[in-house]
């Protein structure tokens, strides 16, 4: 297959991580015959930098030539010091959301058996956590219309959500359902906000389109804390933009590291791929970036592509790092050398030779 991928590896740690990622992806070419081409472009403070835009038109042109887009992480501490800088880095990863269209973000949230003594969480609680989170990406309070008064004491951002932008996002999560364990859990606030209503009431319309598949309703407040508590109990998780971003960063407490995180962005005409965690700027070129996130939504984009051997040897080559310790410092106490690069090149290894790899 012939893959022309746009790489956006972005600020922080988000071109270490990447440039495994990418690296992966060479080795998967090399073994299984494909030609993916890759073409890098410019986001976030580094773009703010050199072209006074964080979303350049020529990445948006990249973009919007390539098969997919294989995204790092944005951000800078010196705009996490100043909110009210009026041009950002997250500008450019959101009008790319918006530009691409990319409605449907797919966030895996799966406990290795390995890790659950990294996760702060009890085991017997943890084990066998195998869900996924449906999150709308398009919409809601992160685009609605923005205000602020003129003496700063006043300000709105409205959450607004058509019944078209809800219905696309909540086919998408019916259809995985129907694929996973069939359990589908719309998560609202349909006690106060009428968006939350709306929400409730396409998903329970949609419902008798997936009769096989049991449809469960939660408040936020209340999905937050059964997140903890019993995450054993959901499957797929549909929900809207602001709670889906706060609910899979809850998750990561479950599998040990927000670093094994991994998502795909999902549009009509394009597709993008991302690690969910940020630039994480204090961490960068100190080679303690777990790039396992990044190489894990590799592994969905294979995936989306239909190319299952492949991601299947990619999540393979992971679980071994996994079991034999070859991680970084977030999830390794056992080594205290093993780099982001060294975990890449594990994982590079196993893909060339799985019957032979092991630590060296
Ligand atoms: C995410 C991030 C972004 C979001 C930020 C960087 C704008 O937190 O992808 O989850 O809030 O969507």
């Known amino acids: 297959m012939k893959l022309n991928i746009a790489v956006l ?27 993916f081409t890759f073409s890098n472009a410019e986001v976030g403070a580094g773009a703010i930098e050199k072209f006074g835009d964080p979303l350049p038109e020529s990445t948006v042109e990249t973009c919007k030539n390539a098969d997919a887009i294989l995204f790092g992480a944005i951000g800078k501490t010196s705009y996490d010091l100043d909110p009210y800088a009026k041009v950002r880095p997250e500008q450019g990863l959101l009008r790319l959301r918006k530009t691409l269209d990319l409605h449907t973000n797919i966030r895996p949230v799966i406990a290795y058996d ?16 195998n869900l996924v989170i ?39 999560a019916f259809k995985a359902a129907q694929s996973r364990k069939r359990k589908l859990t719309l998560v609202d606030k349909a006690n106060v906000l009428e968006s939350s209503r709306l929400w409730r009431r396409v998903v329970q319309e949609l419902a008798s389109q997936y009769p096989n598949v049991e449809v469960t309703y939660t408040y936020v407040d209340n999905a937050a804390m059964e997140l903890i508590i019993n995450p054993k109990q959901f499957d797929v998780i549909l929900t809207e933009n602001m709670f ?40 960068t070129n100190k080679g303690i970036a ?3 996130a ?24 992971v679980d071994k ?28 290894d196993f893909i060339n030779n799985p019957d032979e790899t092991n630590l060296n």
Do not use: W
């Open 9 to 35: 590896p972005g600020d922080g740690i988000g071109p270490e991580v990447t440039a495994q990622a990418v690296k992966v992806l060479k080795a998967i070419a090399i073994n299984f015959n494909h030609v």
């Open 114 to 129: 390995d890790l659950l003594i990294k996760s702060s969480l009890k085991k017997t609680q943890i084990k066998d956590t």
């Open 134 to 172: 449906y999150r709308e990406l398009t919409s809601g309070i992160y685009f609605g219309d923005k205000f602020l008064s003129e003496d700063n004491n006043t300000a709105s951002d409205v959450c607004k959500y058509t019944r078209n932008e809800v219905e696309r996002v909540a086919h998408m």
């Open 244 to 283: 889906g971003d706060i609910l899979s960063e809850e998750a990561s407490v479950i599998v040990g590291s927000i670093g094994l995180l991994a998502s795909a962005s999902i549009g009509d005409k394009h597709v993008m791929f991302e690690p969910i965690h940020g630039a994480y700027t204090k961490a």
């Open 290 to 292: 777990n790039p396992i």
């Open 294 to 317: 990044s190489i894990l939504s590799a592994a969905m984009l294979l995936e989306h592509f239909g190319l299952d051997d492949e991601a299947a040897l990619v999540r393979e080559a």
């Open 321 to 348: 790092s996994l079991t034999l310790h070859i991680t970084t410092p977030d999830l390794n106490n056992k080594y205290d050398n093993i780099t982001t690069t060294k975990v890449g090149d594990f994982i590079e």
